[in-house]
Nanobody, 124 residues
Framework: QVQLVESGGGLVQAGGSLRLSCAASGRTFDRYAMGWFRQGPGKDRVFVAAISSSGGSTNYAGSVKGRFTISRDNAKNTVYLQMNSLRPEDTAVYYC?????????????????WGQGTQVTVSS
């Protein structure tokens, strides 16, 4: 069982930056690929970014590539999402997720554990 707790959300102006963190419980964090998803108002939850269990590979949604960076610190059981050049359309609840896989999977159904989400609001 893995418990995930996100933090770092908030209100920011367009063009600004935020860094989300996701702290994981348990002693096997480095066996899980980690991902970030987001759900905007009235929209489905969609993939944002993923990182392999080792941290050696990453994947990004096209809409965030070049602006967002996912990283992890296995010693701290934490995954991060650095978000730069934020846009109003990035407004959403951001969810951290863990998959019992080594590869950086973009597929929603591959994720086994989810956090409670953190709100990110970007004003224009």
């Amino acid at each position: 069982q893995v418990q995930l707790v996100e933090s770092g959300g908030g209100l920011v102006q367009a063009g600004g930056s935020l860094r989300l963190s996701c702290a994981a419980s348990g002693r096997t964090f480095d066996r899980y690929a980690m991902g970030w998803f987001r759900q905007g108002p009235g929209k489905d939850r969609v993939f944002v970014a993923a990182i392999s269990s080792s941290g050696g590979s990453t994947n990004y949604a096209g809409s965030v590539k070049g602006r967002f960076t996912i990283s992890r610190d296995n010693a701290k059981n934490t995954v991060y999402l650095q978000m730069n050049s934020l846009r109003p359309e990035d407004t959403a609840v951001y969810y951290c997720a863990a998959a019992r896989l080594s590869r950086a999977t973009m597929t929603y159904v591959n994720y086994d554990y989810w956090g409670q989400g953190t709100q990110v609001t970007v004003s224009s």
